[in-house]
């Protein structure tokens, strides 16, 4: 999506920046671990694919993506592709409410921390509640969504503390549905939690 392919988002640990071609070839090593296929039902693809996959991130009207960077590490080094640790993501939707005859705009979101080293210290926490936060400012979103693998008990206790609540399972798949629809109560909840900067971003932090 053309939304963000020139800000960048500035939290107290992360920045999230837009998915970048000079971005690709790390994201690819990352997909390449079995683990991290398991955790976000990916394929691994071939480095060209991975470029084309990032080309539809950037122009899909229906697709979202910020990659994460510790501001710890960037401070460090000033090194943005060193300073790169997972990525969030949304898609995006229209599902038909035929009991009350209207449409409503859902956002799946998905957040991967790839670099063990940082899990744990609350960067996936604060990386979604920075993406959730911008999206219901810039987006007509009525509801946001997420799957979750059944074993993946760390992801379905986080969403569960950002007011997620389970509303089906998918044995088939062994996947988790939790939602949340966007309220004022909720997003005065989400004002709370984290502060953030928009900048812009020119291909560089």
């Not at 007011?163 to 089906?168: A, D, L, N, T, W």
């Not at 953030?196 to 812009?200: D, M, N, S």
């Given at each position: 999506m053309k939304l963000n392919e020139n800000i960048k988002i500035i939290g107290s640990n992360v920045i999230l920046v837009p998915y970048e071609e000079k971005h690709v070839e790390k994201y690819h090593k990352w997909m390449k671990n079995p683990e991290l296929q398991e955790l976000t039902a990916s394929e691994p693809l071939t480095i060209e694919e991975e470029y084309q996959m990032q080309a539809t991130w950037r122009n899909d009207d229906d697709k979202l993506t910020f990659l994460v960077v510790s501001r710890q590490i960037f401070s460090d080094t000033q090194d943005e592709i060193e300073s790169l640790v997972g990525d969030t993501n949304l898609f995006l939707r229209i599902d038909e409410d035929e009991e009350n005859n209207k449409e409503i705009r859902v956002a799946e979101a998905e957040i991967m921390i790839a670099e063990t080293a940082f899990r744990g210290q609350r960067l996936g926490w604060e990386a979604m509640l920075l993406l959730l936060k911008y999206v219901q400012k810039h987006l007509p979103i009525d509801k946001f969504e997420v799957k979750i693998g059944f074993d993946n008990v760390k992801s379905i206790n986080m969403f569960g503390k950002m007011?997620?609540?389970?509303?089906?399972r998918t044995d088939v798949f062994k996947e988790v549905t939790m939602e949340r629809p966007v309220t004022k109560d909720w997003i005065s909840w989400l004002d709370k939690q984290v502060q953030?900067?928009?900048?812009?971003y020119k291909n560089h932090l």
């Open positions: 007011k997620f609540v389970e509303s089906y953030l900067t928009v900048e812009q």
